[in-house]
């Protein structure tokens, strides 16, 4: 297939950019929409998986800390793949590991090894570390004016399969013991179609790459007798970019982890399945579906201040949880609002690390904060486990404020900094 509408060697007009970003947007949503599905619909049994296979609760953590390390370790291999071989290529690479990955947890369930299991969802994770970087590729032809809300659109498809997909756990698990799967990994057969589908759309229909016709772009601009100054780095600004989306993503990784394995103690045992599908969509529901508002605000009143912004709805979360941990309604708001800080802090931060940072940085930055951001996580999903053991579930919230707090801290730093014109 022809990389159109911009053909190779084609002279370049900002209508032919245009065109070709909202395409490329449009692909990259599509696919958001499908990986939404596929890491929806098995998330949330990564810790019940673990749980069951290790047979202590204490160790379910190391479930979403396997999704987080395998992301980790591969976010800087995947952004240097996309800084040489473009975003088609490190994205589709992010599927086949996925799809490895889960035929590995099934196979591990049915052999019953805890030690399998993990590899099968650190290999998850490294296809989901390739869907993060699918908000970047949205960023890679868009105007500054746009950016924010063109990274926030392909954040917002993520809603429609991460809503589906944990309520697919109940029908998945249907389906998996009619036909003799493990207990608990029928739901990956939803994942794993889904994951095949993205695969299908990257290779066929995301052309031209965003990235190499970013880099064409930036190297005729630069041969012109009347290029621009290039972009400025201000890397002050991208380190507290960096901060605020591992920050936000610690603090929501390791409360949503537990979330789970806590309401298996709260609610009916006949009624869990059900009780976490339902909550983990609404979370998922909170992450994605006002990534536009977030991503318009951001645009119109600053990155710095929607990154505050989203504090203080994780504040507003780990309030709610550490007062109401018994109550199901309360884990519920809890975790809706717990989305909507990581909505907020995760769009904006993520686009100011783009604005900060020139194009021929940017894969490899982009990288480091992905891979600080999954590496964060995988540590804070351990450690969630242990403390949940050890003060409970509203012990657990009042010890995740520590990250939001770091944030604050480093937002009024940076807007001093501005403030006196350093970067």
Same mark, same amino acid.
């Given at each position: 297939?022809?990389?159109?509408?911009?053909?190779?060697? @084609?002279?370049?007009?900002?209508?032919?950019?245009?065109?070709?970003?909202?395409?490329?947007? #449009?692909?990259?949503?599509?696919?958001?929409?499908?990986?939404?599905?596929?890491?929806?619909?098995? %998330?949330?049994?990564?810790?019940?998986? $673990?749980?069951? %296979?290790?047979?202590?609760?204490?160790?379910?953590?190391?479930?979403? $800390?396997?999704?987080?390390?395998?992301?980790?370790?591969?976010?800087?291999?995947?952004?240097?793949?996309?800084?040489?071989?473009?975003?088609?290529? $490190?994205?589709?690479?992010?599927?086949?590991?996925?799809?490895?990955?889960?035929?590995?947890?099934?196979?591990?369930?049915?052999?019953?090894?805890?030690?399998?299991?993990?590899?099968?969802?650190?290999?998850?994770?490294?296809?989901?570390?390739?869907?993060?970087?699918?908000?970047?590729? @949205?960023?890679?032809?868009? *105007?500054? @004016?746009?950016?924010?809300?063109?990274?926030?659109?392909?954040?917002?498809?993520?809603?429609?399969?991460?809503?589906?997909?944990?309520?697919?756990?109940?029908?998945?698990?249907?389906?998996?013991?009619?036909?003799?799967?493990?207990?608990?990994?029928?739901?990956?057969?939803?994942?794993?179609?889904?994951?095949?589908?993205?695969?299908? +759309?990257?290779?066929?229909?995301?052309?031209?790459?965003?990235?190499?016709?970013?880099?064409?772009?930036?190297?005729?601009?630069?041969?012109?007798?009347?290029?621009?100054?290039?972009?400025?780095?201000?890397?002050?600004?991208?380190?507290?970019?960096?901060?605020?989306? @591992?920050?936000?993503?610690?603090?929501?990784?390791?409360?949503?982890?537990?979330?789970?394995?806590?309401?298996?103690?709260?609610?009916?045992?006949?009624?869990?399945?059900?009780?976490?599908?339902?909550?983990?969509?609404?979370?998922?529901?909170?992450?994605? &579906?006002?990534?536009?508002?977030?991503?318009?605000?951001?645009?119109?009143?600053?990155?710095?201040?929607?990154?505050?912004? &989203?504090?203080?709805? +994780?504040?507003?979360?780990?309030?709610?949880?550490?007062?109401?941990?018994? *109550?199901?309604?309360?884990?519920?708001?809890?975790?809706?609002?717990?989305?909507?800080? =990581?909505?907020?802090?995760?769009? *904006?931060?993520?686009? +100011?690390?783009?604005?900060?940072?020139?194009?021929?940085?940017?894969?490899?930055?982009?990288? #480091?904060?992905?891979?600080?951001?999954?590496?964060?996580?995988?540590?804070?999903?351990?450690?969630?486990?242990?403390?949940?053991?050890?003060?409970?579930?509203?012990?657990?919230?009042? =010890?995740?404020?520590?990250?939001?707090?770091?944030?604050?801290?480093?937002?009024?730093?940076?807007?001093?900094?501005?403030? *006196?014109?350093?970067?």
């Amino acid at each position: 297939m022809p990389d159109s509408p911009v053909a190779a060697g @084609a002279a370049l007009t900002e209508r032919d950019l245009a065109v070709t970003q909202r395409r490329t947007v #449009r692909v990259l949503a599509a696919g958001q929409v499908l990986t939404g599905v596929a890491f929806g619909a098995t %998330l949330s049994l990564g810790a019940l998986l $673990a749980a069951d %296979l290790s047979g202590q609760e204490a160790l379910s953590g190391l479930a979403t $800390a396997s999704v987080t390390l395998g992301a980790a370790l591969t976010a800087i291999p995947l952004a240097r793949l996309a800084g040489r071989r473009g975003r088609r290529v $490190a994205l589709t690479t992010g599927n086949v590991a996925a799809l490895i990955g889960i035929a590995v947890v099934i196979a591990a369930a049915a052999l019953r090894l805890f030690p399998l299991l993990l590899v099968g969802i650190a290999l998850i994770g490294a296809g989901n570390a390739a869907t993060l970087q699918s908000r970047f590729a @949205a960023t890679d032809l868009a *105007s500054t @004016a746009r950016r924010g809300r063109d990274l926030a659109t392909v954040v917002w498809a993520t809603t429609v399969g991460g809503v589906v997909g944990p309520l697919l756990l109940a029908p998945g698990e249907l389906i998996g013991a009619s036909i003799g799967m493990p207990r608990l990994t029928g739901a990956y057969l939803f994942s794993f179609a889904a994951q095949v589908c993205a695969f299908a +759309l990257y290779v066929l229909v995301l052309r031209p790459d965003p990235l190499l016709l970013a880099q064409r772009v930036e190297r005729e601009a630069s041969a012109s007798v009347t290029a621009p100054a290039p972009q400025a780095d201000r890397p002050g600004v991208a380190r507290f970019a960096m901060l605020a989306v @591992a920050a936000s993503h610690v603090t929501m990784a390791s409360v949503m982890a537990m979330t789970p394995v806590h309401l298996s103690h709260i609610v009916a045992p006949d009624a869990v399945t059900l009780a976490v599908g339902i909550t983990i969509s609404a979370h998922v529901f909170g992450m994605y &579906g006002l990534s536009p508002v977030f991503g318009v605000l951001a645009d119109r009143v600053g990155r710095v201040g929607v990154i505050v912004l &989203g504090q203080v709805l +994780l504040a507003a979360s780990l309030a709610v949880a550490a007062l109401l941990p018994d *109550s199901q309604a309360g884990v519920l708001v809890a975790l809706v609002l717990l989305g909507l800080g =990581w909505s907020a802090a995760t769009v *904006s931060g993520s686009a +100011l690390l783009t604005e900060a940072t020139p194009l021929s940085l940017r894969p490899r930055r982009q990288g #480091r904060s992905d891979t600080l951001m999954t590496a964060c996580a995988a540590a804070g999903s351990v450690l969630a486990g242990l403390v949940l053991g050890a003060v409970g579930y509203d012990g657990l919230a009042l =010890w995740a404020l520590v990250p939001v707090a770091a944030v604050c801290v480093g937002a009024v730093v940076v807007r001093s900094r501005q403030s *006196s014109g350093v970067a």
